[in-house]
């Protein structure tokens, strides 16, 4: 019975978010970016344009032109996913169409019309992005291309959208071009808030031999664990001793600064990571035991 319990709150909570996320994505199409002739990227992209075009509802060429990228996906990535996904769409095309029947422009000055409705437009699509959908067949296309090219997702997704907003400066003028560029980029950039947070994990691998003098500056002055692994030179294979630790994004500057402060040629290499777990929480300085990054030297001086 609990195990079915979360399973319903689960999917509900899916399904939830999902339909938020469309509604705002609606929502700065259609009160924002359309209204002043400014396009987002992707399928959306050609979708307005096509709309404009024609004179039929934005909704109906959302569906239609990612039908055949469902096919794909179905074929390809998974069920689940393409599931989710025609569902994401479904949800979108309505949401237009009801807010387009609302006839509300929120503001007419291009600049703000690209920035806010790039920042409700990427809440919407990063909502729908984190809870295991998509809105754009062109993604499903990149997922595939990335396998079997040279090329990243990201490289082939903005490959896409660069010819669909230079297609825009042919039907709205090379202006709304530039200012769908800046819709596009402002969208781009809050799904990625919204997808990994404000203070979005960063792992950082450092290589110093001063350490032990490293590793207790990081845990008093972050409050951060960490963890000390054992490595060996490629070139020579001299023993070396490699730092890992996970912070958050605005932690980032902070810790480059411990690290060269006590050894300015450290090598420091810094990602991003998916954390999974509750190890990775920030604790109290004072609270925490040096003994935890296992440095017997430092817990030495401090008794």
Not at 136 to 161: H, Q, Y
Request: aromatic share 10%; glycine share 10%.
């Amino acid at each position: 019975m609990h195990k079915k319990y979360n399973s319903i709150y689960f999917i509900t909570s899916k399904i939830t978010f999902i339909i938020i996320g469309a509604i705002l994505a609606s929502i700065g199409l259609e009160m924002f970016l359309i209204p002043n002739e400014i396009i987002d990227g992707g399928v959306v992209g050609i979708s307005i344009i096509l709309s404009y075009l024609s004179g039929l509802p934005l909704g109906i060429f959302t569906f239609v032109i990612n039908i055949p990228f469902f096919i794909i996906g179905y074929k390809y990535i998974g069920k689940i996913f393409t599931m989710i996904t025609i569902f994401s769409v479904i949800c979108l095309s309505i949401g237009v169409s009801i807010v387009s029947n609302l006839g509300s422009v929120v503001t007419e000055d291009l600049l703000l019309a690209a920035v806010f409705g790039g920042i409700i437009i990427g809440a919407g699509v990063g909502l729908i992005i984190k809870h295991g959908g998509s809105l754009d067949g062109t993604e499903i296309v990149a997922i595939i291309l990335d396998k079997r090219t040279d090329f990243s997702i990201g490289e082939i997704i903005m490959f896409f959208n660069l010819f669909i907003l230079s297609s825009a400066g042919f039907v709205f003028g090379w202006e709304k071009a530039m200012y769908s560029l800046i819709a596009y980029f402002v969208a781009f950039k809050t799904i990625d808030i919204v997808v990994e947070g404000f203070d979005g994990s960063k792992v950082a691998m450092i290589i110093s031999n001063r350490h032990r003098e490293i590793s207790k500056a990081i845990i008093v002055k972050l409050g951060r664990g960490l963890t000390l692994l054992n490595g060996k030179g490629g070139y020579d294979g001299a023993s070396t001793n490699v730092l890992y630790v996970v912070v958050s994004r605005l932690e980032i500057s902070k810790l480059k600064t411990i690290v060269q402060a006590i050894d300015e040629s450290a090598l420091i290499t810094i990602g991003n990571v998916e954390v999974i777990g509750k190890g990775y929480k920030r604790k109290d300085a004072r609270k925490v035991e040096v003994v935890t990054c296992e440095c017997p030297e430092i817990e030495d001086k401090d008794k």
